[in-house]
């Protein structure tokens, strides 16, 4: 008996001694912004105020759309435009949901092969680095398609503030006056004269943007023809082929934006609502999480081994899916009820096992790989009236072509890279197309943008996106994932660490030094190869959610200067 009892001893001091592998006390949650009524959140605070404003005049979410996207050609022209394209999805108080497609087009003049040289190699930066680059642009018809359907208030007076704004001029900020900086010998490159972003520029700052202010001015008294005719049609035109361009005057005017069906599909008791093709964000999201859906991620727990296991191998089947199959839906059949179904789906994680990692090489369409700009821009908006846009925008790099047309005041984007220029080989963000995606006269690029509006039961619930090139699609997921599964505030959703699989290549980036060594070595143990280098910054969201009070928590990334602004 003696000896049981020692024995019993024993063991309850070795097992008391010992520490429980987590005894960290969990941080406190962290809130954004929390309204009443309205909301936007932005890349930049001048941008969601001035769309804020608009809300308080009593316009609504699309007046408030154009406001803020044409206040982000002026505060962000990094990636703000009028010189890019983007997606919209929205879902109106009434329940009502669309989406609306402005994003870039190839030129009448342009061909599959036009970035290979004549032994059929890609040409170092034809497709990304100036006017070769540049596809038809679409910001201003799309917003202006969307303020003729749903506006309320004059578009005059949506502008005004857009106006005066680039006329008083914008503040530099730390993160803007590295970024100049880091992109002003590529501005050299690219343009033949001297352009605004050559100079020093410092924080605190002010950029004036006057010839911009005349632009605006213009699209404020003639709508679409103030861009896509006229004075502003001629001078981009010529500025364009001066350049070496191929856009003429036919291609501006032929330009429409379009209304799409959104892609719609459920997860648990949420209601999902994402952009469709030409992007591939809705598609994407649809395949990741009704693959994930089986597994009980909430009893894994946030960014833990089986969690990432999970949310990688199913990324890695969905990307491989995406290089295949989509591309420009006015051109290529594209098989969505079939990539979405559920059966198709639990084939595709069969071969998943949490004892080792799948090697991409062995799932299908295995030698193509996804590059995409990181340099795009998100903006959410949900108004007084319960109408939730969800809207993100782009001149694909940083700067688009680099190319500025200093007498309309803005950067042209470099969106025919997200073309295949040729198939099977990858762009600038390593992502890989197929044919689907081969370049053609008036058909628009691949997209990564996400664009995701949420329902709970019934009620709307939530607004985000966020830009990242071929990492949104995965910044969207983890974003709804913590809010869903792990039961964060919007902020805290946003604000945690990233991580990102795309097929190829065949490694999982995370933000660096937020993951635990422990985690990583375990990974590595099971075949996972890990990179912190290529992703200093994984997406940077911003999302509105609705609380169970109806007051709205804007969750605005910490990884930008972006910011949220309500009433």
Request: net charge negative; glycine share 8%; proline share 5%.
């Amino acid at each position: 008996m003696s000896r049981y009892i020692f024995l019993s001893l024993l063991f309850f001091i070795a097992f008391s001694c010992k520490e429980p592998i987590n005894h960290a006390k969990p941080k406190p949650p962290v809130r954004g912004l929390i309204t009443e009524h309205a909301m936007v959140v932005s890349a930049r605070e001048e941008a969601s105020k001035i769309g804020s404003d608009i809300l308080k005049k009593g316009g609504n979410a699309f007046d408030a759309m154009v406001a803020t996207e044409l206040a982000l050609a002026v505060a962000y022209p990094y990636a703000g435009n009028l010189g890019g394209g983007g997606f919209m999805v929205y879902r109106t108080n009434q329940g009502d949901i669309g989406a609306i497609d402005y994003r870039e087009k190839a030129p009448l003049a342009a061909t599959k092969n036009m970035f290979l040289d004549s032994l059929g190699n890609v040409i170092p930066d034809k497709s990304t680095l100036g006017a070769m680059a540049v596809g038809v642009p679409g910001t201003v018809a799309g917003v202006l398609t969307v303020h003729e359907k749903f506006g309320t208030l004059p578009i005059d007076s949506i502008l005004k503030p857009v106006i005066d704004l680039a006329y008083k001029g914008v503040i530099v900020t730390n993160k803007q006056e590295k970024r100049i900086k880091k992109y002003q010998p590529l501005f050299i490159k690219a343009n033949k004269d001297s352009i605004p972003f050559d100079k020093a520029w410092k924080t605190n700052d002010t950029i004036k943007y006057p010839k911009l202010a005349k632009t605006l001015e213009r699209i404020a008294i003639h709508g679409k023809d103030g861009f896509y005719k006229g004075e502003t049609a001629e001078t981009l035109v010529n500025f364009i082929q001066d350049n070496g361009g191929i856009i003429t005057k036919e291609d501006l005017e032929k330009y429409e934006a379009k209304w799409r069906a959104p892609i719609v599909f459920t997860y648990d008791d949420l209601k999902i609502i994402s952009m469709s093709p030409p992007a591939s964000g809705g598609v994407c999201l649809a395949q990741i999480m009704k693959m994930i859906e089986p597994f009980d991620l909430h009893k894994y727990g946030h960014n833990t081994l089986k969690t990432i296991q999970v949310l990688t191998e199913a990324e890695r089947r969905a990307y491989a899916d995406r290089s295949f199959y989509l591309g420009d839906p006015d051109f290529v059949d594209i098989p969505i009820p079939t990539l979405i179904d559920t059966n198709y789906l639990e084939e595709r994680m069969r071969d998943f096992s949490f004892a080792k990692a799948t090697k991409s090489s062995e799932i299908s369409h295995g030698s193509i790989e996804i590059v995409e700009s990181d340099e795009t821009t998100h903006y959410s908006i949900i108004d007084q009236f319960g109408n939730a846009i969800s809207a993100t925008t782009t001149l694909n790099g940083a700067y688009g072509s680099k190319l500025y047309c200093t007498e309309l005041g803005f950067f042209l984007n470099n969106e025919m890279d997200d073309f295949s220029s040729k198939p099977g080989a990858p762009n600038m963000f390593g992502l890989i197309g197929a044919e689907a995606n081969s370049i053609a006269p008036e058909k628009r690029m691949l997209s990564s943008m996400t664009p995701t509006i949420i329902e709970k039961n019934g009620s709307l619930y939530m607004s985000v996106g966020t830009p990242g090139g071929s990492t949104i699609i995965t910044s969207v997921l983890q974003t709804i994932l913590n809010v869903h599964e792990f039961n964060m505030t919007m902020q805290d959703a946003v604000n945690a660490p990233r991580f990102h699989h795309q097929w190829l290549p065949d490694e999982i980036r995370m933000e660096p030094n937020l993951f635990d060594k422990k985690l990583i070595k375990a990974l590595n143990d099971l075949g996972y190869i890990i990179n912190e280098e290529r992703s200093p910054v994984i997406g940077k969201v911003d999302g509105i959610l609705v609380l169970e009070d109806k007051t709205l928590e804007g969750g605005a990334d910490r990884r930008g200067d972006d910011t949220a602004v309500g009433f």
